[in-house]
């Protein structure tokens, strides 16, 4: 990928939330690890000057970028009708909200996957032609065939991976579960493309599988949601790319130093959304590691990460880990330091210190508990464990009304009858439509930011 001079990042700081103090015999420590990206790309037409003074680019303009749409044709896209005319419009709409100068391709995705346009392995150039082009092209789309999603993927990394550039992502549209390919293939295909591109995930109608959408969407560091009515898709599409277009930097690591005896439990995200990057780390040197975050642009982000520390006496302090956010240098150089934090253990006997939990910890602690019961819940419901269901759905409500995540009480409230929030108490309902289930399944990984 492209190299940046420093004055082409986007600022980064690192603010550490956590209570430090442990009791005699502590050992786990806890810290919420904000990251706020700002200032990329933002002052007003100034040029950015490069390593060697020269203008490498100007402040306000996207940076190299380069974007692949993925769009089902596979059969089921003709039921209605309407929704092979909706995903072709929306991809219009979103090639109409590329910046100019961004690379693109569409890609259509059957059982195989086939370049719609340009054609020949090549990425087109954003311009008022090309964008004509694009969507002339997509009038030939038509469905029939069937679903191999990890072909789509790989075709699109082909494609990204031979542009030079800062951004590469892609947009993946599906109608229907992966029918034709093996699960094994799929998660090749994910393993294959983690890290060398992000990518944003949806799901249109009814008829497609909530875990393999988010599955992509989780690999490789995009987001996924549902988009129950076809008609929605353009506008959906539209925001999308528009995202897309704001990401100023690639690549950012977050990276742990241990000291000796120090052990890592977890790190997650868990703002906006929980995703588990623990099984994600790579080496960087002695006691350090690397954990993927993907694409940034003026964004803020929680981290929650866990550590165990050896035990120590009362009056002790150590070192627990230092928090670094990491820019990768491409050409194999030194990566840059773009911001850093530390995580502290102290030990007292002091009880009300060492047994007062830190608010932001507590918060996303209930948070990646409410994802999990929600899948849990849902995962019951299905086999037919309707007590289990009950009883996970109602701890669900609970933690969302406790937490203030309105947006998932709503969703809730559509799959349970809320008898007392406070306490948990629900129904299961008689008749859940799928859309409902779906929307909660799809967004159960939605958070919201603690109340500071």
């Not at 703002?271 to 003026?298: F, M």
């Not at 773009?338 to 910890?361: C, F, H, K, Y």
């Amino acid at each position: 990928m492209a190299n940046f001079s420093k004055s082409n990042v986007p600022q980064f700081s690192v603010e550490v939330y956590q209570n430090e103090y442990l009791p005699e015999g502590g050992r786990e420590v806890n810290a919420i690890v904000t990251v706020t990206s700002t200032g990329g790309g933002t002052t007003g037409g100034v040029p950015l000057p490069g390593a060697a003074g020269t203008p490498t680019r100007t402040a306000g303009q996207a940076p190299d970028a380069a974007v692949v749409i993925m769009v089902d044709c596979s059969g089921s896209m003709d039921y209605p009708p309407t929704k092979m005319r909706n995903a072709r419009d929306a991809t219009a709409a979103a090639i109409d909200t590329l910046r100019y100068g961004t690379r693109f391709a569409v890609v259509g995705g059957t059982h195989v996957a086939k370049e719609v346009y340009p054609g020949n392995g090549r990425l087109a150039v954003a311009d008022a032609r090309t964008r004509a082009q694009a969507k002339e092209a997509l009038r030939a789309l038509s469905a029939g065939g069937g679903t191999a999603i990890g072909t789509w993927l790989r075709l699109t990394d082909r494609l990204l991976g031979a542009a030079d550039v800062e951004i590469r992502h892609g947009i993946l549209l599906t109608d229907g579960r992966n029918e034709h390919e093996a699960p094994e293939d799929l998660r090749a295909a994910l393993e294959s493309c983690a890290g060398r591109f992000t990518c944003d995930a949806r799901g249109v109608g009814t008829d497609w599988e909530v875990k393999e959408v988010t599955a992509v969407a989780s690999a490789l560091l995009g987001t996924a949601d549902i988009v129950a009515d076809p008609a929605g898709l353009a506008a959906d599409f539209t925001q999308m790319m528009e995202n897309a277009m704001g990401k100023e930097v690639a690549d950012v690591a977050l990276r742990l130093w241990t000291p000796v005896g120090v052990e890592i439990k977890f790190v997650k995200q868990v703002a906006p959304t929980v995703v588990d990057l623990t099984g994600r780390r790579t080496e960087a040197g002695p006691r350090a590691g690397d954990y993927p975050t993907g694409s940034w642009g003026d964004e803020s982000r929680d981290y929650h990460i866990c550590v165990q520390v050896p035990e120590a006496g009362i009056g002790q302090e150590m070192l627990a880990s230092r928090v670094s956010l990491i820019l990768p240098d491409p050409s194999g150089g030194a990566p840059q330091t773009l911001s850093q934090g530390l995580v502290r253990a102290v030990w007292t006997e002091d009880m009300a210190a060492s047994t007062s939990i830190n608010p932001q910890v507590a918060h996303y602690t209930g948070q990646a508990e409410l994802a999990q019961v929600i899948q849990q819940g849902l995962d019951a419901r299905k086999s037919g464990d309707f007590d289990g269901a009950t009883a996970k759905l109602g701890r669900a409500v609970q933690l969302a009304s406790a937490s203030g995540n309105e947006d998932t009480a709503k969703l809730l409230s559509k799959v349970v009858d809320v008898v007392d929030a406070a306490t948990g108490t629900v129904r299961l309902k008689a008749k859940v439509a799928e859309a409902d289930s779906m929307t909660l399944e799809t967004r159960s990984t939605k958070t919201v930011r603690v109340k500071k």
